[in-house]
């Protein structure tokens, strides 16, 4: 049964940084795509940032690139979210999301309709 376990967020001002950790455990393939979404209150929801197995593929929204990396343990289970130069139109409910298998996409790997799996969310508010 494939599990995931988020951790991290908070309250920042504009400006400061924050780590969410999500690690993903539990299906038998050697390969996995995982994936950063978030939503605010109103909106949809939308892809941050995904990283392919290996970190052979890294992809990220327009909104966040030279802002927000994602990279993964050498174990490849858990997967970060390190978050720079934080705005306030970055608060929202942040989700990670787990496709075991070889299957990756550059476009379509931030289409939360790609994956099955999710974690509970965790929250980051960005303070003006």
């Given at each position: 049964?494939?599990?995931?376990v988020e951790s991290g967020g908070g309250s920042v001002q504009a400006g400061g940084s924050l780590?969410?950790?999500?690690a993903c455990s539990g299906y038998t393939y050697s390969s996995r795509l995982m994936g950063w ?92």
């Amino acid at each position: 049964q494939v599990q995931l376990v988020e951790s991290g967020g908070g309250s920042v001002q504009a400006g400061g940084s924050l780590r969410l950790s999500c690690a993903c455990s539990g299906y038998t393939y050697s390969s996995r795509l995982m994936g950063w979404f978030r939503q605010a209150p109103g909106k949809e929801r939308e892809g941050v940032a995904a990283i392919y197995t290996g970190g052979a593929g890294t992809y990220y929204a327009d909104s966040v690139k030279g802002r927000f990396t994602i990279s993964q343990d050498n174990a490849e289970v858990t997967v970060y979210l390190q978050m720079n130069s934080l705005k306030p139109e970055d608060t929202a409910m942040y989700y990670c999301a787990c496709r075991p298998g070889n299957w990756w996409t550059r476009s379509g790997s931030l289409d939360p309709a790609n994956f099955a799996y999710w974690g509970q969310g965790t929250q980051v508010t960005v303070a003006s």
